[in-house]
C-alpha cells in the first residue's frame, strides 16, 4: 500500500523534532516541581536525570517521547546546568539506554495520567480516521484531528509516519470497500449506463464535430447559466438525462446511502479529471461515475430553479415597468381631459355671459332677444364639442387596476412560458414540506400541461386572482393562469412553500438542521460539543438579562437625568439624537516614509517573500488525496494567484509569462485551486500578521478582537445566475456583490459572492464563524447587515454584534418586564413593546437546535437565513428568533446611546473596512473590474485570491 502524502517535508521535520524553546519557554518547561524532585532522586546517574528531565519537559509541551539523536544540544545543557552537574558527565547518546529509556517513559506516562501508543490506542486511533475519511476530511485536517484526538483520549504522542499509515489505510480501505460495495449492487444494465459517460456522443445527438469527438462525462461536467430559451432549453435536455440516470439508479443511491461530502469528492475528482483516467479504474470508475451523476443532478435542480426564479422575477418586473408607464401615459391623458374641460368651462361660462347681456338690455323687444340668443347658440360648434368632449372622458376612462395589471401579465405569459414551463415540469417537488393548494395546482399542470381547463386548482391563488382568471364567458384565461401560477411558484420556492425533492438548495428547511431524532437522542452531547451548555436553563439565561436589561435602562436614563451624556438631545415630540464627534487623529510618520523611493516591489516578489515566512502554499493541496504525482513550481501557483485576485485571467497570464505553459498552469488551477485550499492559504498569512509585533498595536483591548463586514459591487460581464440587475450600481448590466470581513488589524479574515439583491445580513454569520484564525469578539456592519435575529444569533453564539443603523433613534425598544413597571420612574427613554417569554420558553429547545447546528457546522447560518428568513413571518422559529433578538437589541441600543466611546469604535471600524474596499479595486484592476467568471465557486476562488494577495501586501 502506497503511503499519502501529507504533510510537506518541512512540515514533517518540524512535527518529528522536540519542541523549540525560547529563553522563558526552557526555564518554564525544566521547572522542577515537588514532584518531579521526588522522581528525579530516585534515578542513580546523572546521564539518567538528565535524560528523564528532557523526556518530561518535551512530553510536558508536546505528549510526545523522542529519540535521543533528536535532542536539541541547548536542552541538553540547560537540564545539565539546572541539576548541577557538568556537562562531561552527562553522556546520552552511549550510557542513556533503551531499557532506562522505556523505563523513564512509562514513569512520565504515570504522572501525566497518560497511555501509552499500544494496539487498542492504535484500533482507536483506525476508528477515529475511519470516521473522517468517510466524510472526506482534507488529510491534513485529518492528521490535526488525529493528533488531537490521541491527547483528548490521553494517549501518547506518535512520530508522523504512523498516523500517516492510519490516513493511508483508512482512505485507501473507504474507497475499495465502497467501490467493491457498489460494485457487487450494480446490475450489468446499470454498469453499462455509467460506462456510457464515458464514451463519445453517438452521431445523432446534433453536437458539434468537436463536441462529437469528447465524452458525456467531459460535455455534461459544465452547467450553463443563461436565460436565453434556446440555452434553457438545452439545459433541460442535459437535466433530463441526469433525471433519467437518476431514476435508473435509485435502488442503488438508497442501499449505498453516501454521504453529501463522500458524492461531491468523488464528484468533483469526476468533474475536474479526464475521461481516460477513468476507464482505467477497473470497478472503482463506478464510485466516481455514480457520485458524479447524483451531484450534478442536484445541481441541475438548483440551477434550474434559479434559472426558474429569476425568469419569473424579471418578467414580473418587466410587468409592472409596462403597467406603472401606462399608468403614466394614462395620467397625462387625464392632465389633458382636464384641461380641455376647463377650456369647455370657460366657452359656457362666455355663452351664458352673453345671454345674460341680451336678457339684461330691456331696450330689445322680446323678438329681438330671441333671434341674438339664437344667434349667439348658432355659433356655438356643439358637435365639435361633444365629438371631443366625449373622446376625453373615453381615454380617460380607466378599468379596474388589477385587471390592468392582469392583461398585461397575460400578455407576457408567452415568453415567460418559453422559459420555464419544461422547467416547472421536470423539476421534482417534495409533497410532505410544500404547500398542499400549491402542490396540487403544480401536480395539475404536470398532468395536464397545455390541456389544462376550467377544473384547474385555483385554491393557491387570492380570492381576486380566483375571479380574474376567468374571462366574461366563464371561459379559463390559460396564459393569465399560467403566469399566475409561475409567480404563485416563484415565491413558494424562495418561501419554502414549495420544496425541492432533490436539491442542495431548496430543500425544506427543517432537513437542513440537526435531525430531530438524532437531537432528542444525543441532545447532551451534542449541547457539549456546541459549548451551549450555559444555556440549557431558559429561566437562567431570562434572569440574567432581566438584570443586564434592567442595568442599562437605569444607567442610560439616570447619564439622560444627571446630564453626563452631553451627546444627547431631545425634541419638542419626544424625539431625540445623539451625536458621535469624531476621534482627534494623532499625527503620525507617512509609511511611505518607510517604504523604497521611486521603487517598484512586484507582486510576486510580495508573494515569493511572504511565502519563505508562511507556508501557505501548502494550503494548496491536490483534490485527490491519493494518485497524485510531483507537486508543480511555486512560480505556477504564483501565476495561478496573480491571474484570478488581479482579474488578468489564467490563459492571459500564462502568455504573457516566461517559462509557463497555459496547459501547466491550467492543470495546476484545476486540481489545487478550490475555495477550501484557498482559505486555508488566507489563514496561514493571517496567522504569520497575528504573530508580528506591530499586531497588537491595533487592538483597543487587549484579548477583544472587533470586526467588521461590508459589500462591494462589481460587474459580472458573462452570464451567472449568482449576478443580478441593479440600475444603481451597473447600469444596463448585472453584477455582483463581494462581502468581505477585516478585523482590527486589517487581517482581512473571510469574504464570499452572492447576489445583490440578497440582504448581507444573512451572510454575517459566517463570516464570523467560519475563521479559526481571527476569533470575533464584538462585529460591526452597517445597516444592510443587521436584522434582529442577527442580535439574538450573535448573542447566543458568544459575540457582540454591533450594527451601524440608520436612523437608530427610530427603532422600538422591547422590554422583558411589562412596560408599566418603567413608567414611573420619569425617564425619557422607556420600551414601547414587551417581550412574549411564553413564546420563547416554548420554542427554547428549537432554539437550541439551531444555533447547534451553526456552532457544529452541519450547515452554514446562510443556509439556515435564506430558507428561514424567506418563510412566512408566522414560522415559529423566526418569530421565536425575532423576540430573542429584541431584547439583545435593545440592550445595545441603550449602550449605543450611553457610551461615546462605543459609537466611536464602531464607526472606525467601519472605516477600514470601506478602506479595504478600495484597496481592493486597487488589487482586481484588470479587465475593468468585472468578474468573468459564471459560478459562484469560480467567483469565489477568484475572490479569495484577490483577498490573499491583499494580505500578503498588508503583512
Known amino acids: 500500500m502506497s503511503r499519502i502524502k501529507i504533510l510537506h517535508p518541512n512540515e514533517i521535520k518540524i512535527y518529528d523534532a522536540p519542541p523549540q524553546f525560547s529563553g522563558e519557554e526552557r526555564k518554564s518547561a525544566f521547572h522542577i516541581t515537588t514532584v518531579l524532585k521526588e522522581n528525579l ?3 542513580r546517574t546523572p546521564t539518567n536525570k538528565v535524560g528523564f528531565l528532557l523526556q518530561y519537559a518535551y512530553f510536558k509541551i508536546t505528549s510526545r517521547f523522542y529519540a535521543v539523536a533528536k535532542f536539541e544540544p541547548r536542552d541538553i545543557a540547560a537540564a545539565t546546568k539546572i541539576l548541577g552537574y557538568e556537562s562531561e558527565q552527562v553522556d546520552l547518546q552511549s550510557k542513556y539506554i533503551r531499557t532506562t529509556n522505556s523505563q523513564h517513559q512509562e514513569m512520565i506516562r504515570t504522572l501525566f495520567g497518560f497511555k501509552p501508543f499500544d494496539e487498542l490506542a492504535r484500533n482507536m486511533l483506525v476508528s477515529k480516521a475511519n470516521i473522517l475519511c468517510r466524510t472526506h476530511v482534507n488529510p491534513r485536517v485529518a492528521f490535526g484531528v488525529l493528533v488531537e484526538f490521541l491527547s483528548e483520549k490521553r494517549v501518547e504522542g506518535v512520530p508522523y509516519y504512523v498516523i500517516q499509515e492510519v490516513i493511508s489505510e483508512a482512505i485507501n480501505d473507504n474507497e475499495t470497500g465502497l467501490a467493491d460495495s457498489l460494485s457487487a449492487l450494480l446490475s450489468d444494465e446499470q454498469k453499462e449506463i455509467l460506462d456510457g459517460l464515458l464514451e463519445p456522443e453517438p452521431d445523432d445527438s446534433g453536437l458539434s464535430p468537436i463536441e462529437n469527438s469528447r465524452s458525456k462525462l467531459t460535455i455534461l461536467r459544465t452547467i450553463n447559466h443563461s436565460l436565453k430559451p434556446q440555452k434553457i432549453k438545452d439545459s433541460v435536455s ?11 439508479l435509485l435502488p442503488v443511491y438508497k442501499q449505498m446511502n453516501l454521504s453529501a461530502e463522500t458524492i461531491r469528492y468523488f464528484a468533483e475528482t469526476a468533474i475536474r479529471g479526464q475521461s481516460f483516467q477513468f476507464k482505467r479504474r477497473e470497478d472503482s470508475r463506478f464510485l466516481y461515475l455514480i457520485c458524479f451523476v447524483e451531484y450534478q443532478y442536484f445541481r441541475y435542480n438548483d440551477v434550474l430553479i434559479d434559472v426558474f426564479i429569476q425568469s419569473c422575477q424579471n418578467n414580473l418586473n418587466r410587468s409592472r415597468q409596462r403597467h406603472r408607464d401606462e399608468l403614466y401615459d394614462r395620467e397625462i391623458v387625464q392632465r389633458g381631459t382636464t384641461k380641455e374641460s376647463e377650456k369647455f368651462s370657460i366657452q359656457y361660462c362666455e355663452i351664458i355671459e352673453k345671454i345674460g347681456t341680451v336678457l339684461e338690455n330691456h331696450t330689445l323687444t322680446l323678438r329681438e332677444q330671441n333671434r341674438q340668443i339664437k344667434e349667439i347658440i348658432d355659433a356655438i360648434p356643439v358637435a365639435e364639442i361633444k365629438a371631443k368632449f366625449t373622446k376625453s372622458v373615453e381615454r380617460s376612462r380607466t378599468k379596474k387596476h388589477d385587471e390592468e395589471f392582469a392583461l398585461i401579465l397575460e400578455s407576457n405569459s408567452i415568453q415567460l412560458q418559453n422559459r420555464v414551463s419544461r422547467i416547472a415540469q421536470e423539476i421534482s417537488f417534495d409533497k410532505e414540506s410544500s404547500n398542499a393548494h400549491l402542490f396540487e395546482a403544480v401536480a395539475y399542470f404536470k398532468l395536464k400541461g397545455s390541456e389544462i381547463g376550467n377544473k384547474s386548482p385555483l385554491l393557491f391563488l387570492e380570492e381576486s386572482d380566483q375571479d380574474a382568471v376567468f374571462d366574461s364567458e366563464g371561459k379559463l384565461r390559460v396564459s393569465l393562469y399560467k403566469a399566475l401560477l409561475f409567480q404563485a411558484m416563484m415565491i ?15 430543500k425544506n428547511f427543517d432537513s437542513y438542521l440537526i435531525e430531530k431524532e438524532r437531537w432528542q437522542r444525543d441532545k447532551e452531547e451534542l449541547i457539549k460539543r456546541a459549548g451551549l451548555s450555559e444555556l440549557t436553563s431558559f429561566e437562567t439565561v431570562i434572569e440574567n438579562l432581566r438584570k443586564m ?3 442599562h435602562f437605569t444607567k442610560t436614563n439616570e447619564n439622560i437625568i444627571a ?24 499625527a503620525m510618520p507617512s509609511l511611505s516614509e518607510l517604504l523604497p523611493k521611486e521603487q517598484i516591489i512586484s507582486l510576486y516578489e510580495v508573494l515569493s517573500a511572504i511565502s519563505k515566512a508562511s507556508p501557505f502554499l501548502q494550503s494548496f493541496l491536490h483534490w485527490q488525496v491519493k494518485n497524485n504525482k510531483g507537486r508543480p513550481s511555486d512560480q505556477l501557483f504564483f501565476a495561478g494567484i496573480m491571474g484570478y485576485g488581479c482579474n488578468i ?5 500564462a502568455n504573457i509569462s516566461q517559462g509557463i505553459s497555459p496547459r501547466s498552469l491550467e492543470n495546476v488551477v484545476n486540481w489545487y485551486f478550490s475555495q477550501e485550499n484557498i482559505e486555508s492559504a488566507n489563514n496561514a498569512i493571517l496567522d504569520l500578521t497575528n504573530r508580528l509585533q506591530l499586531m497588537p498595536i491595533y487592538k483597543k483591548e487587549k484579548g477583544q478582537t472587533h470586526t467588521s463586514s461590508d459589500g462591494q459591487k462589481f460587474n459580472c460581464a458573462v452570464d451567472s445566475l449568482n449576478a443580478a440587475y441593479s440600475h444603481k450600481y451597473f447600469g444596463t448590466g448585472k453584477g455582483v456583490t463581494v462581502y468581505s470581513f477585516i478585523d482590527e488589524s486589517h487581517r482581512l479574515f473571510h469574504s464570499t459572492v452572492i447576489t445583490p439583491s440578497e440582504r448581507d445580513a444573512a451572510y454575517v454569520i459566517d463570516g464570523i464563524m467560519k475563521n479559526d484564525v481571527v476569533q470575533s469578539s464584538i462585529h460591526s456592519t452597517d445597516t444592510h447587515g443587521y436584522t434582529e435575529i442577527i442580535f439574538g444569533v450573535c448573542h447566543l453564539l458568544g459575540v457582540s454584534f454591533a450594527p451601524r443603523i440608520k436612523k437608530f433613534q427610530e427603532q422600538q425598544l422591547y422590554s422583558i418586564l411589562p412596560k408599566n413597571e418603567w413608567a414611573t420612574e420619569g425617564y425619557k427613554i422607556l420600551p414601547k413593546g414587551q417581550i412574549d417569554l411564553k413564546l420563547l420558553e416554548n420554542h427554547w429547545d428549537d432554539i437550541l437546535r439551531f444555533i447547534a447546528t451553526i456552532k457544529l457546522k452541519e450547515a452554514t447560518a446562510s443556509q439556515l437565513f435564506k430558507r428561514l428568513s424567506s418563510y412566512s413571518r408566522q414560522h415559529p422559529l423566526y418569530r421565536t428568533l425575532n423576540q430573542f433578538g429584541r431584547i439583545i437589541k435593545s440592550i445595545y441600543l441603550l449602550q449605543y446611546i450611553d457610551d461615546l466611546e462605543l459609537r466611536q469604535s464602531i464607526e472606525k471600524q467601519l472605516n477600514k473596512i470601506e478602506s479595504s474596499n478600495k484597496f481592493a479595486k486597487a488589487v482586481f484592476y484588470a479587465r475593468n473590474q468585472e468578474f468573468y467568471y459564471a459560478t459562484r465557486e469560480e467567483q469565489s476562488i477568484a475572490e479569495g485570491c484577490k483577498r490573499l494577495i491583499e494580505n500578503a501586501i498588508i503583512c
Open 563 to 586: 446630564k453626563t451624556n452631553s451627546h444627547i438631545s431631545f425634541l419638542p415630540d419626544g424625539s431625540f439624537r445623539v451625536q458621535t464627534p469624531k476621534v482627534e487623529q494623532i
Open 492 to 506: 413558494g420556492m424562495k418561501s419554502g412553500a414549495l420544496n425541492l425533492t432533490y436539491s442542495y438548495r431548496y
Open 238 to 248: 442535459r437535466f433530463l438525462f441526469f433525471k433519467t440516470t437518476y431514476e435508473q
Open 549 to 551: 436589561e434592567h442595568r
Open 649 to 653: 485571467g489564467i490563459n492571459r497570464i
Open 41 to 43: 532522586e530516585a534515578i
